[in-house]
């Protein structure tokens, strides 16, 4: 069984549309996290949420919108993509207290053109 | 802010050489740290991690020592496996947030 799962695997889509990612984790974990990684293999978080709020918004557009519908899913939803959108989405999930020990799904590349 | 400082990949070898991937850290109070692997195709996976000074992690033949004199967790592993090819990431924990490292890619040759 697949512990922490995204779809879809890859996503191509022009300037200005709108998609969705998502996520979910059969972990039993309480805290799930979005991370961009960039061409570079740079990786950065940019939320995370423990038990359906909202606990970490790091400095990201407002054109990212996650929702977290229940504490097994994680969705990530980017309004008026842009060509700097294309990188590598990662979620990942934890328990609160062992928030270090995160589990990655296996990434969504998106390539915006 | 706190940050992780990396050596720059990719590190070539052949199978059975000895490794060492260099790390670095900046960060306020005393941080955990940690390694997590990436193998292609796949997302991280925590390797090992050390969360006071002095501390060793080790794990599938893999060690990292936690000087905080000199601020480094470098990783070492005796004889790489061509199956540890892979892109390796140093990170720390501080604060609620895990803060990466930009990854050092590892290509071992049979």
């Known amino acids: 069984d697949t512990a922490v799962s995204q779809t879809p695997k890859y996503l191509v889509t022009q300037m200005g549309n709108d998609k969705s990612i998502k996520c979910e984790q059969n972990l039993g974990h309480d805290t799930m996290y979005w991370y961009k990684q960039d061409s570079k293999k740079f990786l950065k978080i940019m939320f995370s949420?423990?038990?359906?709020?909202?606990?970490i918004n790091e400095t990201v557009p407002n054109r990212f919108s996650p929702k977290s519908p229940d504490k097994a899913h994680l969705n990530l939803h980017i309004n008026s993509l842009e060509l700097g959108d294309s990188a590598v989405y990662f979620c990942a999930s934890s328990l609160r207290g062992d928030s270090y020990e995160q589990y990655f799904g296996p990434g969504t590349r998106l390539t915006v053109t | 802010g706190d940050s992780v400082t990396q050596m720059e990949g990719p590190v070539t070898l052949s199978e059975e050489a000895f490794l060492t991937i260099n790390c670095t850290y900046t960060?306020?109070?005393?941080?955990?740290l940690f390694w997590y692997v990436q193998y292609p195709g796949e997302g991280l996976q925590l390797l090992l991690k050390a969360t006071k000074a002095d501390d060793k992690g080790s794990n599938k033949g893999f060690e990292a020592t936690y000087r905080k004199e000199t601020t480094s967790f470098h990783l070492e592993k005796g004889s790489v496996q061509v199956s540890d090819s892979a892109v390796y990431f140093c990170a720390l924990y501080n604060t609620d947030k895990l803060i990466f490292g930009t990854g050092t890619r590892l290509q071992v040759f049979p």
């Open positions: 960060a306020t109070g005393y941080p955990s």
């Open positions: 949420y423990n038990n359906k709020e909202l606990i």
